[in-house]
């Protein structure tokens, strides 16, 4: 076996783990820490896979930042054992009905895609660089990403809207 | 599933790293920073001491010069306290955690211009995203030690520390869209006499004036765009939010919540933290220095027949080279530490209303014209 195919299997094992303890933990803290570190595994994928902004990018705003917003939330909420109550059969029961689903939707996605096999010969090393991505985003897929940052813009407004002291509001 | 194996993802412009140089790079940086909190902690010291017109640590060793170790030597000894209603794993792990996400940024950054850890093509964006991962470790710390003032202070820390990544972030990218790299040895190589492009008076063409060769303070960031020296005042403050240093140091306000997340830690554990924030003060200073004063290079330029610049800098692959690249960067590096160390002593802790003011209403704003400025000046620069 290559090294670079024992850092894959290493990896894919503390990935799934992590994965796993996500649905296990009984402390919502932990499944949160868990899936922190499921992204982190994921990231090291996108290495492997010579994506190094893509991993970047992972990291900063799914571990780091969405991530840490969740676990500000659970932290304020304060969660106990008792609220454990709240998870009836009917949830568990629409949890597994919709993550089969899911499921059977990636398996047949996956069995109809054919992955196009590399070329080793013409393979360029730099794909998936940021230069190349920024190259692709600005030529090929200009107008998808242009929507995308008016998305962005209309999601920034909302919150400046929200944030906004109104007339007789106290200072802070 | 494909596997690609990775290469290494450089431009043929600059230096094919050998990879003993990659695992040099490595402890040299573990020693530095570890090894920076002794020298740190004793600098600090004295400094507040003689801000406030003080002796500072006298009594162990000659000036209180061990006074440090007997400090060691004390936490070493101390018990590793564990709270009963902690919650013991998250407790325990925290202390590395948030060590490792600020050691783990030392990884891209260039001390000679041989030295890297590696060169990768997203270098400070990886630093960025590694960096901003140590408030999981603070969150973890803070609600792991089951004690209000530790959650209380871990809020005020993560909510501190993601606000000033904006403007941190806009000073970067700043850097970056001159530089046109992510790369931090590719943006020392540009600012100094071994660089492969030419530089230009103030990094306007229209000028005429080519000082490459002239090399010194003249091909630093700063001076290639004038404007760069307000983003790296900005950086600065930016920073010192960041590293949790006074006067961003609420999440530790004595005062109100004893001492903020690290209240319950003891021993070794507590020594951890405080080798975190140091490594994290070291870092920053590095970043600065290597963004935005000219990395490796020396600040003397050639005049003429007086050729400081090539005197005080060897060319790269040489030893004499590399010693004087890192005595320029660690000197630069110090520099800022030591201004950082001036501030805390000088200005009083901001309020939490002031401290988002400051990052919202002042520094965001100024950050994204100067984003502007540096685009527009990068146009004057090809």
């Keep these: 076996m290559k090294p670079i195919e024992i850092v894959f299997y290493v990896l894919t094992g503390i990935t799934l783990l992590s994965a796993i303890t996500v649905v296990t933990a009984r402390n919502p803290i932990h499944s949160v820490l868990a899936l922190i570190a499921t992204f982190f595994c994921l990231s090291g994928h996108y290495i492997l896979m010579n994506a190094q902004f893509l991993a970047a990018v992972n990291i900063i705003v799914y571990a780091g930042a969405i991530m840490v917003l969740f676990l500000f939330t659970i932290m304020f909420l304060n969660l106990r054992r008792e609220d454990e109550e709240s998870k009836t059969n009917l949830t568990k029961m629409a949890a597994v009905v919709v993550g089969g689903i899911l499921m059977v939707t990636m398996l047949l ?16 090393a730099r794909t998936g660089l940021v230069e190349q991505l920024g190259i692709m985003l600005y030529s090929d ?14 999601a920034m ?5 929200l944030g906004k002291r109104e007339a007789g509001d106290r200072h802070f | 599933m494909i596997i690609v194996e990775t290469r290494p993802a450089l431009s043929l412009r600059i230096y094919i790293h050998l990879p003993f140089t990659i695992l040099l790079a490595l402890p040299i940086f573990l020693a530095l920073s570890s090894g920076f909190v002794v020298v740190g902690v004793y600098l600090e010291r004295k400094i507040s001491a003689f801000i406030q017109d003080r002796l500072g640590p006298m009594e162990v060793g000659k000036w209180g010069l061990l006074q440090l170790f007997a400090d060691l030597l004390k936490l070493l000894q101390k018990e590793d306290i564990v709270p009963a209603a902690a919650d013991r794993k998250l407790f325990l792990l925290a202390p590395s955690v948030i060590f490792a996400s600020v050691f783990a940024g030392f990884a891209v950054m260039p001390l000679t211009p041989d030295l890297q850890g590696s060169a990768t093509a997203v270098g400070v964006f990886y630093l960025m995203a590694i960096v901003s991962f140590d408030v999981v470790g603070i969150l973890m710390a803070g609600w792991g030690s089951n004690n209000k003032y530790s959650l209380l202070g871990a809020m005020r820390s993560v909510a501190q520390i993601v606000s000033y990544e904006i403007p941190l972030g806009l000073t970067i990218l700043c850097v970056v869209m001159i530089c046109q790299s992510l790369n931090l040895q590719e943006i020392s190589f540009q600012q100094g006499i071994y660089t492969y492009e030419p530089n230009y008076l103030f990094g306007i063409r229209a000028l005429g004036i080519d000082v490459t060769d002239w090399g010194g303070i003249f091909s ?15 950086f600065f403050i930016a920073t010192l939010a960041e590293a949790n240093r006074a006067p961003f140091d609420l999440p530790e306000g004595e005062s109100e919540i004893v001492a903020g997340f690290n209240t319950e830690y003891s021993g070794m554990r507590f020594a951890l933290l405080f080798l975190s924030e140091y490594a994290m003060m070291l870092l920053v200073a590095f970043l600065g220095a290597i963004l935005f004063l000219g990395s490796w290079n020396t600040p003397l330029p050639n005049i003429g027949p007086v050729r400081l610049a090539d005197w005080t800098s060897g060319s790269p692959g040489t030893v004499w080279g590399n010693l004087t690249g890192a005595f320029w960067l660690l000197t630069k590096a110090l520099a800022a530490i030591m201004v950082q160390m001036w501030v805390r002593w000088t200005l009083p802790r901001l309020r939490v209303d002031q401290l988002m003011f400051l990052c919202w209403k002042v520094l965001t704003p100024i950050g994204i014209v100067l984003l502007l400025i540096s685009g527009v000046w990068r146009l004057l620069m090809i």
């Design chain 2, 220 to 234: 630093w960031n700063i001076l290639r765009n004038p404007f760069l020296l307000i983003a790296y005042v900005i």
């Design chain 1, 109 to 124: 996605v996956f069995r109809a895609v054919q992955l196009p096999a590399v070329n080793e010969g013409n393979f360029d």
């Design chain 1, 141 to 154: 897929y200009l107008l998808p990403f242009e929507l995308a940052s008016v998305l962005l813009l209309v």
């Design chain 1, 157 to 161: 407004v909302g919150a400046v809207m």
